[in-house]
């Protein structure tokens, strides 16, 4: 018999080598081209949503359908339709003095996991051929099939408009060394890994540039001011969609001792039973293998199921199963993600010992991942936003559904980075940005002497001691002056003579026939821009203005850090219309 390793492991080169080759091609491709050939995924994925769907909740074990088919339709409808004006080609930002110029990066090596395999690998389809690159698909051994068919489906339909058919691969015969020889290859330029930890660690180590996605263990705190009903009402929405397969599902639900009472009453109305402590036992040993690690069996399976399987009671009905593990960490396994209708409760009293607990919680196996809170005060989200070290804090949503921009004006996104917190390259949701190289063509704006070379400044702020003149043209201070004072339309009062040795000249007073000053309306704050590079944020810094931002606005990650070391951002809350 062959050995499947090696074969594996062949294929892999293969796919990687006919990807490589493939991509002298789509390089080539106009906007229009590459956005036609993305609608025309786009429609192919969205119109089988249900049917892959189906194929993934048949293959895995994992989920429901229903859901399966919003995640899919998310991906295909909701992302691509994000991202559908985004120039990916050519010139996509110029000024007069820097133009920047979009470069595909290659071949993308897109890791997908059992969880959410066909809207997942959809997702890392549209953005890879969007940013003019290819890419080979590593499904995970559960669902190898249902991602076979979400490749070729959208690889048909856009063949036919000029793409390459190698340009979207997808391994069939999936091994742990052929996903690694696709990661390690020569020809892999980026690699996208959604998966296990171990698997996202691989990603890190494989010399190549990786956008890893961390495990999520996200806590969800109800602020003493919260809309109760609705508070409860999302958690389990978010809990419970797709029992709980998606890494921002919430994990821990801590109260504010103030309402605990009302949170319980509403978590029985609406689904959440909560087992005693010999059931929660019952469950530890069912959910957590002895060595504290997940056990696959429950991974996206109903409450009632896992009930069942638990020999534990429950009222019809039920959608989610409520513990309490009475800590957090090893000594508690329910008090780890759970990737289950699964929920862990704790009560704490303010939003300081609430935080606390919600950052254990991450250190838990989540850091960098997503917190969610619910309260009606600004102050209490933004105070629990700063004390949380996570990527992404949520208000008033599902954690779920507020993470990858479904319900919140976050980038939409299947793949969510975690942030030096969680051993991750970036902490933004990825998007086409993420798979570009942006090449910059700056224009000398400031002439450097060849005589005497550059010329800076003394500094005078405090501690600095002036050891010399400033090298600076008097002569032009001095026609600067002059334009200025030229320019008013009052000539300046000048002091009188006949005080030279006052330590300080008050100005003179205002004619009596000069009318009151009254000001004007405040003027309009200019719309948000639409997109913001790192060159546009060093351009603001020099210039001392800032930029304006919306929830729209499209932000490269090197941007983003920069603009935060400086202050430079100002956010409006609505968009300009």
């Known amino acids: 018999m062959p050995d499947q390793d090696l074969l594996s492991i062949q294929a892999a080169r293969d796919q990687v080598e006919a990807a490589h080759q493939a991509h002298a091609a789509i390089a080539g491709l106009s906007q229009v081209r590459i956005d036609e050939i993305c609608e025309a995924m786009a429609a192919a994925a969205g119109e089988s949503s249900m049917r892959l769907a189906t194929l993934a909740c048949e293959e895995t074990g994992y989920g429901n359908p229903a859901d399966k088919n919003v995640k899919n339709l998310f991906a295909a409808v909701n992302i691509h339709g994000y991202f559908r004006g985004l120039k990916t080609t050519g010139v996509i930002r110029e000024t007069p003095t820097v133009v920047e110029i979009a470069s595909p990066r290659g071949v993308v090596a897109g890791i997908v996991p059992s969880t959410n395999p066909t809207s997942t690998a959809i997702f890392k389809i549209l953005i890879s051929i969007k940013s003019r690159n290819c890419i080979v698909l590593s499904p995970h051994p559960s669902a190898t099939n249902c991602v076979i068919e979400t490749a070729r489906l959208m690889r048909e339909a856009a063949v036919g408009l000029g793409l390459p058919g ?15 020889t696709l990661m390690k290859h020569k020809r892999t330029a980026v690699i996208l890994a959604t998966g296990g930890l171990g698997l996202v660690r691989a990603a890190y180590s494989s010399g190549k540039p990786a956008f890893g996605v961390g495990p999520g263990n996200v806590p969800a705190f109800i602020e003493r001011s919260a809309d109760i009903p609705k508070a409860v009402s999302d958690v389990l929405a978010g809990k419970c969609f797709d029992y709980g397969t998606i890494c921002a599902s919430e994990q821990a639900l801590i109260v504010d001792a103030s309402i605990d009472r009302q949170v319980r009453e509403q978590l029985a109305a609406q689904g959440g039973f909560f087992i005693n402590e010999s059931q929660t036992e019952a469950l530890a040993q069912l ?13 996206g399976k109903p409450a009632t199921t896992l009930a069942r399987w638990a020999a534990i009671n429950v009222p019809a009905g039920t959608r989610c199963l409520m513990v309490r593990p009475g800590g957090v960490g090893r000594d508690y396994p329910l008090s780890m993600e759970k990737l289950s209708p699964i929920l862990a409760y704790y009560v704490v009293n303010g939003l300081e010992e609430g935080s606390r607990l919600a950052d254990e919680i991450l250190h838990y196996g989540g850091m960098g991942h997503t917190a969610a809170i619910h309260t009606r005060s600004r102050e209490a989200a933004l105070r629990y936003g700063e004390l949380m070290p996570a990527s992404r804090i949520v208000v008033n949503t599902p954690s779920t559904h507020g993470a990858i921009g479904f319900s919140t004006d976050l980038a939409p996104s299947m793949t969510l980075g975690c942030g030096s917190w969680g051993g991750n390259v970036t902490s933004d949701n990825i998007s086409p940005l993420h798979l570009m190289d942006i090449k910059r063509v700056a224009f000398e704006v400031r002439p450097v002497g060849s005589s005497s070379g550059v010329k800076t400044p003394p500094t005078h702020g405090p501690g600095s001691v002036a050891t010399s003149s400033p090298a600076w043209d008097r002569e032009a201070i001095n026609r600067l002056v002059d334009r200025v004072f030229a320019s008013r339309s009052t000539t300046p009062t000048v002091p009188p003579a006949s005080s030279p040795t006052s330590s300080s000249v008050a100005p003179a007073p205002a004619p009596a026939s000069t009318p009151p000053v009254t000001p004007g309306p405040k003027p309009e704050p200019p719309p948000p821009v639409d997109f913001v590079s790192e060159e546009d944020v060093r351009q603001a810094i020099r210039a001392g203005v800032n930029i304006h931002i919306g929830p729209r606005t499209i932000i490269t990650p090197a941007a983003r850090d920069l603009a935060g070391a400086h202050a430079v951002f100002v956010e409006q809350v609505r968009a300009t219309r």
């Open 287 to 299: 959910a957590v293998t002895p060595n504290r690690q997940l056990n696959p069996r429950i991974v």
């Open 166 to 180: 190698e340009a979207i691969g997808c391994l069939d015969n999936i091994t742990p060394e052929a996903t690694d």
